[in-house]
C-alpha cells in the first residue's frame, strides 16, 4: 500500500513533467540498490513517510503495529523488542529500495508507467530475455534511445543465457544488500527494453525476503513466475493479450502485505 501510493504519486507527476517530480525522482535515482541507512539524504521522500501512514491508519483501525502490540518499546521484554524493530527495519527497507528502483525505471520514460500491477519480476525477466518489450518508445524518443532499445539480448523460444543468470544470481543472494544491488542490475535492462514491473509486489517480497523462514517462498515464487509466464504476448502498451493481471498462483506466505 505504502510503496503503491509513494510511486503511484510520483509517477503521475512526473510523466506531466512536474519539475519537483523531476527533482525527486532525480534524488531516488542516486539511492537505487542501497538500503535505508545508506542514503540519509533522500530521507522523507523515499516512501517511508506514507508507510509510517499506513502504520498508523492500521492502529487507528485497532490493528497491530508491524511488529504487534501497542505498548511503548521500553516497557516490552527484550526479545519482543528486538522482533518489532527487526520488522520495522525490514519494511522501511523493502519499500526504500523498491519505491528508488522504480525511479531509476522510470527515468525519462514520460509516455508510459514502469509501475504495472501484474508484471512480477519473472514474469519482466522472461518477457526481457525473450526479446519483448513493454512500450513502445515515444515518437520524438532520442536515436540514442532507440538504439539502446534495439540492441536489447533477443530470442524466440528459449531464454537468454545471459539474462537467466542474472535472474539466478537475484535467486541466490545471500545479504539484503546483494538483492539490491543485483535488482538494480536488472532494472536497468527492463528500463531499455521498457518492460514494467510491479513494485507494490517487489516491496512486499524484499520484505518477506529477509525473514529466513519465508526466503524460501519468496524465491519459489520468482521462479514460478518466470515458468508460467511463458508464452505470454505483451501488446504495444504492455499488457497481456487477455488480461493485464496477473494470474500466478500465490502460496499463502506470499499474499500481499497490507502496509507494504
Request: hydrophobic share 35%.
Amino acid at each position: 500500500m505504502a510503496t503503491a501510493r509513494c510511486i503511484g504519486r510520483l509517477q503521475n507527476l512526473y510523466r506531466q513533467d512536474v519539475p519537483a517530480a523531476v527533482a525527486i525522482l532525480a534524488q531516488l535515482r542516486r539511492a537505487a540498490g542501497r538500503t535505508v541507512h545508506e542514503t540519509p539524504d533522500i530521507w522523507g521522500i523515499d516512501g517511508l513517510e506514507d508507510l509510517a501512514r499506513v502504520w498508523e491508519e492500521h492502529r487507528q483501525a485497532g490493528e497491530t503495529d508491524p511488529a504487534g502490540g501497542e505498548a511503548s518499546p521500553e516497557l516490552l521484554h527484550q526479545d519482543v523488542r528486538r522482533k518489532r524493530e527487526t520488522s520495522t527495519q525490514a519494511e522501511e527497507d523493502a519499500v526504500h529500495v523498491a519505491v528508488t528502483l522504480w525511479a531509476l525505471h522510470q527515468q525519462s520514460i514520460r509516455d508510459a508507467a514502469m509501475h504495472e500491477p501484474g508484471w512480477g519480476l519473472g514474469r519482466a525477466v522472461r518477457a526481457l530475455a525473450q526479446g519483448g518489450r513493454g512500450t513502445a518508445p515515444a515518437a520524438d524518443e532520442p536515436e540514442a534511445g532507440r538504439q539502446e532499445t534495439r540492441s536489447a539480448p533477443r530470442l524466440d523460444d528459449e531464454l537468454n543465457e545471459t539474462l537467466r543468470k542474472r535472474f539466478v544470481r537475484i535467486g541466490t543472494s545471500t545479504s539484503f544488500d546483494m538483492l539490491a544491488v543485483r535488482l538494480r542490475e536488472v532494472v536497468q535492462l527492463l528500463r531499455t527494453a521498457r518492460i514494467p514491473l510491479d513494485y507494490a509486489r517487489l516491496a512486499d517480497q524484499l520484505c518477506r525476503w529477509q525473514n529466513e523462514n519465508l526466503r524460501a517462498d519468496v524465491r519459489r515464487a520468482w521462479g514460478r513466475d518466470l515458468h508460467l509466464s511463458y508464452g505470454r504476448q505483451t501488446r504495444p502498451g504492455g499488457e497481456d493479450e487477455n488480461d493485464a493481471e496477473d494470474t500466478s498462483p500465490l502460496s499463502e506466505s506470499d499474499g500481499p502485505d497490507p502496509g507494504l
